[in-house]
């Protein structure tokens, strides 16, 4: 029965597999006394090799021949064939016969074999050969040895396919697999699928293992209601293993062609990516030249020292809305052109900043661009323990840059001291601090004079851990219970003379009602007299993950909340805005719950009740059920009282033999909207895969772009057609490919 093996090693494995042989006829050739074959004068002894056959003859040590049943032997590697001579002074073998070589699993048969192993040059005629690391296989009119580990086909036919199935395979008039940079470059190709030729090339080139390789990647077609037909050529570029490069254009049958540049690097002390893209002349847009630039880097200087750099910009507002089928690209607002450096102790750090924005406006919804901290200076210290105290101070300088508004400069200290009291039962935490802070305006901006604030802030939070065991669903766990309560006290100050520069009003959750201001930012301190009661209780298996959590907590206010993002300062951005937090003496009850309890179900869901009006403010619940690799389903509904009712379902899942449906339908109630729509199928052979994916996204207020991908996926070769995997992988939490391609044609 014939074993798989691979072509790769054959010319390294013939090289030591003829240095010596054993042999029965001593007559013939001298024998060392441990039965091996002594090496010709001038010749290097290496590993035994062990001839068997049914008749052995040797002839003045120039030449072995080996009839009947010859099996050559060395380790992990042997020769079977009818017939055999070996040629001690030329290093040279001859088989013939059902000639077949084998080592490490790999095989190569055919009629006759010859070999130079002092050259590694030769020929097997008409070989089927099959190469275990990438299980790939073929036959061929003939195969070269071209030098160490350097294989030449001509007229082969190459597959990944099992033996049996011929559903597709590469036709070539010369195919050269280099095993040194695991590289098959075939001439004169054509790919022929369910015995249709569906593609010719002059050249084409794949990689044979999983290593990555410079070349042209697989091409991608497809067509989108914004730009037509598209067609995509990439050139990766493996410079060094720490660093490559990817070119590309990217015809638009609409628009023109769009040329793409990405850069990537990883060094001892730094890392980074550069990519930049260009539509020169777009045929839609009045021939206006469109681009974008991203460049992301990361610096450590030593000693503590580091710095960032990440600008982002695009030519116009509608770039990504036009050029990007992601909606993660879609939704961007604001584009950052950031850069910093942060210098660290162990106990203390400060991070000088600058951050400026590209705002991209929807027509349909337009808004104020943020201001810009231009620049930002941050110092931050805390030391532990210093006689039983924490001690920490949060400081920051920020010079605020906008084009339109008030601008001015904002100092911000916050010395506070906590005394942690900690048990394994129980922890009981006070903390004291003062807020001041600072302002100073540009008198070019507005006639508001400089100010401050001094807020002194206090606290005390306090909580209980109880335990016990419990079983759930036939499952034994620990079961916690773990009331808290917080206490906070902030007096009221008249904030309404400072301007907004970076707050707004903090989303409500479990963890935020337990933090000391309702609002982001440094612009507004809210007063507060109020305790916060919450409950959480967890499920805990046997190792000690956690396999459920349930939050429940509310906010009972004493004194109600005054303080307010209106602003009296001229030119402010929410100058006369309704920015007033609710004024009711309980605050919402939030609760949350996430479990895993049921095998293969991810559950999550969330809660804002405002028990006041009995309404209830937001809700959101979300499940996931995957029972294995391949199979999963997504089901989410979240909900807002004041602009938020969307429905989420999305899947992938078997039909009926190798076919797979994959969908999604992401829908706005509020809109009466579809925000997103998938809808396709893969089916999964043994050796490739066949993807059509229909998807629609809206980019923008009324805007939507359609797109339709289909894909052939040859195992171990190439991808033909357009790509759907970054759309499915995004679009369905959990998605995962079919296939299991034993290498990849991408970087």
Request: proline share 6%; glycine share 6%; charged share 20%.
């Amino acid at each position: 029965m014939m074993r798989k093996f691979c072509l790769q090693p054959i010319a390294f494995s013939l090289l030591y597999l003829l240095s010596h042989a054993s042999i029965a006829d001593e007559d013939a050739l001298k024998l060392k006394p441990d039965g091996r074959l002594n090496p010709p004068p001038g010749q290097q002894e290496a590993l035994p090799i062990f001839i068997e056959a049914e008749s052995i003859e040797g002839q003045d040590e120039e030449k072995i021949t080996a009839q009947g049943s010859v099996v050559l032997r060395k380790r992990g590697q042997a020769i079977f064939a009818d017939w055999l001579n070996y040629f001690l002074s030329e290093d040279e073998i001859e088989a013939e016969g059902n000639v077949r070589l084998e080592q490490r699993g790999n095989s190569v048969q055919g009629p006759k074999l010859k070999v130079n192993t002092e050259r590694e040059t030769g020929y097997f005629d008409s070989p089927d050969f099959m190469l275990q690391k990438n299980q790939s296989r073929g036959n061929a009119s003939h195969l070269f040895f071209e030098g160490p580990q350097q294989y030449r086909f001509e007229q082969v036919n190459y597959t990944t396919c099992p033996v049996g199935n011929d559903d597709w395979y590469l036709r070539a008039r010369d195919l050269k697999i280099d095993q040194v940079t695991n590289v098959g470059v075939a001439r004169d190709a054509s790919i022929v699928f369910k015995g249709v030729p569906i593609l010719y090339t002059p050249w084409i080139d794949f990689p044979t293992a999983s290593s990555r390789k410079s070349g042209f990647l697989p091409p991608t077609m497809g067509n989108t209601s914004n730009n037509g037909f598209e067609f995509m050529l990439p050139y990766y570029w493996n410079i060094a293993p720490n660093y490559d490069a990817t070119f590309s254009a990217r015809a638009l049958s609409k628009r023109g062609a769009l040329l793409g540049s990405e850069f990537r690097y990883l060094m001892p002390t730094s890392s980074g990516q550069a990519r930049m893209d260009l539509l020169p002349d777009d045929l839609i847009d009045d021939d206006r030249t469109r681009w974008a630039l991203l460049f992301q880097h990361s610096q450590n200087l030593g000693e503590g020292l580091t710095g960032t750099i990440n600008y982002q910009r695009v030519s116009d507002d509608n770039y990504f809305r036009d050029l990007s089928t992601r909606i993660a690209f879609t939704s961007l607002v604001n584009l950052p052109q950031e850069g910093t450096l942060s210098y660290s102790q162990p106990w203390w750090n400060v991070t000088l900043r600058a951050l400026s924005y590209q705002t991209l406006q929807d027509p349909g919804a337009p808004i104020t661009p943020p201001y810009q901290p231009l620049p930002q200076l941050t110092y931050n210290a805390a030391r532990q323990n210093v006689g039983g105290f924490d001690l920490s101070l949060a400081s920051q300088y920020t010079n605020f840059y906008h084009d339109s508004l008030v601008k001015g400069q904002r100092f911000i200290a916050y010395p506070n001291i906590i005394y942690p009291i900690q048990t394994s039962y129980a922890y009981f935490t006070p903390k004291i601090g003062v807020n001041y802070t600072y302002y100073s305006f540009d008198q070019n901006t507005t006639t508001a004079p400089d100010t401050y604030r001094v807020v002194p802030i206090s606290s005390i939070e306090s909580g209980l851990i109880f335990e016990r065991d419990a079983s759930f669903f036939g499952q034994d766990f620990k079961q916690t219970l773990e009331p808290t309560v917080y206490y906070l006290n902030i007096p009221f100050r008249d904030q309404s003379q400072f301007p907004v520069f970076d707050s707004a009003l903090a989303d409500v959750n479990y963890s935020r009602i337990f933090t000391e201001n309702v609002f982001s930012g440094g612009d507004r301190i809210n007063n507060a007299n109020q305790l916060t009661v919450g409950i959480r209780s967890r499920l805990l298996s046997d190792n000690g993950d956690e396999r459920l959590r349930f939050n429940i907590g509310q906010r009972l206010l004493i004194n109600q909340q005054r303080v307010s993002l209106d602003s009296t300062v001229p030119n402010s951005l929410t100058a006369g805005g309704n920015t007033t937090p609710s004024i009711d003496t309980t605050s919402d009850i939030v609760t949350t719950l996430s479990s895993t309890i049921i095998p293969k179900v991810l559950a999550e869901s969330s809660l804002e009740y405002h028990p006041a009006h009995s309404a209830i403010q937001k809700f959101f619940v979300g499940t996931r059920y995957q029972p294995e690799l391949g199979k999963v389903l997504n089901l989410g509904y979240r909900y807002n009282r004041d602009s938020i009712s969307q429905t989420d379902i999305s899947t992938q899942w078997p039909i009926t033999g190798g076919w797979y449906g994959v969908g999604r339908f992401n829908y706005s109630m509020f809109d009466h909207t579809t925000l997103e729509g998938l809808l396709g199928f893969e089916y999964n052979s043994c050796c490739w895969t066949f993807r059509f994916v229909v998807h629609r996204l809206t980019t923008a207020t009324s805007q939507a772009t359609t797109g339709a991908f289909l894909q052939l996926e040859l195992n171990g070769l190439s991808k033909l057609g357009s790509n759907p995997l970054t759309v499915l992988s995004r679009s369905i939490p959990g998605y995962t490919k079919t296939n299991k391609p034993i290498i990849s044609n991408e970087p």
